[in-house]
């Protein structure tokens, strides 16, 4: 089992900026990834970025080049940062734990929100 606390999120204007962090416990495991997903109401569940024990990250197209992922291996801890904020960027953000060495599984974090005023 993996076990993933959550912190950041809440209210921005419009061009702000906001910093999430995510930090895994438990089974890890050797080779993983960690990242972020959202969700907005009446929406499907999309990619924000993930990042990989090795250092690889990947963007969902919508924040390239005004999101960065970051992770820091000895706390096991993801960051994102959020920057130029968009009130489309509002959703429930999820942390997610992939472990990819055996047992492949993944984890999700309860959501934060995300909400940026226009």
């Known amino acids: 089992q993996v076990q993933l606390v959550e912190s950041g999120g809440g209210l921005v204007q419009a061009g702000g900026s906001l910093r999430l962090s995510c930090a895994a416990s438990?089974?890890?495991?050797?080779?993983?990834?960690m990242g972020w997903y959202r969700q907005a109401p009446g929406k499907q569940r999309e990619l924000v970025a993930l990042i990989y024990s090795g250092g690889t990250s990947n963007y969902g197209d919508s924040v390239k080049g005004r999101f960065a992922i970051s992770r820091d291996n000895a706390k096991n801890t993801v960051y994102l940062q959020m920057n130029s904020l968009k009130p489309e960027d509002t959703a429930v953000y999820y942390c997610i734990f992939r472990r990819i060495s055996a047992p492949r599984d993944d984890y999700w974090g309860q959501g934060t929100q995300v909400t940026v005023s226009s």
């Open positions: 438990g089974s890890i495991g050797s080779i993983n990834a």
